[in-house]
C-alpha cells in the first residue's frame, strides 16, 4: 500500500493497518545481535505472551478421545478418532498407524495440519468428505499427502482439519464470520485451533504405541501457524517443527 496523500495516511483501513503494523515493532520482536545468554530469557517472554494471547479456555475436565473406525491401508491401518477438547466441541481427527508400532516398539510420530485448501483426508491420501472439494492438481495431491508419506516411513502420523474448514465447515458461517465471534467471545481462531492440537497433542504422547520423545508438528500454509505455535508452548512435548511447503 502507497499513499498518494502529501501526509502518507490512508483512507484506506488496510493500508493503515498495515501502515501500522511496519513502524510499531514487536517488543518481543527477534533480536539476530542479542546475546547467547538472553535468548532463553526472551523465548520465555515470548512462550509467555503467546499463551496469553492464545486466550486459552479454562475447562473441566473433559472426555478422552473415542475411536470410530479402524481400515486396512498398505503398512498401516488408518483409524478415524474424535476429540472432545472442551465443551460442546467435537474434532474429528485420522491417525495412521504404522505396521510394527507398539509399546514395545514406539514410534516417532507427527502431528499434520493441512492448508486452508486442504483436509486430513488429503493430508492421509484419502478421498475427500462430502461437501469438500479439493482442486488440487495431481502433483500437488500427491505432494500433499504427507501424513501418509510419514506413516510409510514407519512414524505415526495424525491428520486434523483447521477449524471451520473440511468437516468443520459449516454452511451457516465463512471461517471469517467464525472469527470474528470469537473475537467478540474473548477468543480468536487461532487460539481455537492451537487449543484443540495441544488437547489432541497431550493425549498423543500417553499413547504406549509413541515414542513421547519424538513428536513433531507439521503444517502447510494455515497449518503452519498452529504447527509453530503448538511447539512453542510445548516445548517438552514437541521434538521438532516442520514447515511443509
Not at 482439519?161 to 487461532?190: C, M
Request: charged share 25%; hydrophobic share 40%; net charge neutral.
Amino acid at each position: 500500500f502507497v499513499s498518494d496523500r502529501d501526509d502518507g495516511r490512508f483512507v484506506d483501513t488496510a493500508g493503515f493497518m498495515q501502515a501500522y503494523i511496519k513502524s510499531n515493532k514487536p517488543k518481543l520482536a527477534f533480536d539476530a545481535g542479542m546475546e547467547a545468554s538472553a535468548f532463553p530469557v526472551w523465548r520465555e517472554e515470548l512462550r509467555t505472551k503467546v499463551l496469553e494471547l492464545m486466550a486459552f479456555p479454562d475447562v473441566p475436565q473433559q472426555p478422552e478421545p473415542k475411536r470410530i473406525s479402524v481400515e486396512r491401508r498398505d503398512g498401516y491401518q488408518l483409524q478415524r478418532w474424535e476429540a472432545y477438547p472442551e465443551p460442546y466441541c467435537v474434532v474429528p481427527f485420522l491417525m495412521l498407524v504404522p505396521d510394527g508400532a507398539s509399546a514395545q516398539s514406539p514410534a516417532p510420530a507427527v502431528m499434520c495440519f493441512p492448508g486452508s485448501s486442504g483436509s486430513k483426508e488429503s493430508l492421509a491420501g484419502e478421498p475427500e468428505l462430502k461437501g469438500w472439494t479439493n482442486r488440487w492438481d495431481a502433483r500437488k495431491r500427491r505432494d500433499n499427502k504427507f501424513a501418509q508419506h510419514y506413516a510409510r516411513q514407519g512414524m505415526v502420523s495424525l491428520a486434523i482439519d483447521n477449524p471451520a474448514k473440511a468437516e468443520a465447515q459449516s454452511p451457516l458461517r465463512s471461517v471469517t464470520e467464525v472469527s470474528n465471534s470469537a473475537i467478540w467471545a474473548g477468543r480468536n481462531y487461532l487460539g481455537i485451533s492451537v487449543f484443540q492440537k495441544v488437547h489432541i497433542l497431550k493425549w498423543l504422547a500417553r499413547q504406549s504405541f509413541v515414542d513421547a520423545s519424538r513428536i513433531a508438528t507439521c503444517g502447510l500454509s494455515l497449518g503452519s501457524d498452529p504447527a509453530d505455535i503448538v511447539g512453542l508452548l510445548n516445548p517438552r512435548l514437541v521434538s521438532a517443527v516442520i514447515h511443509n511447503d
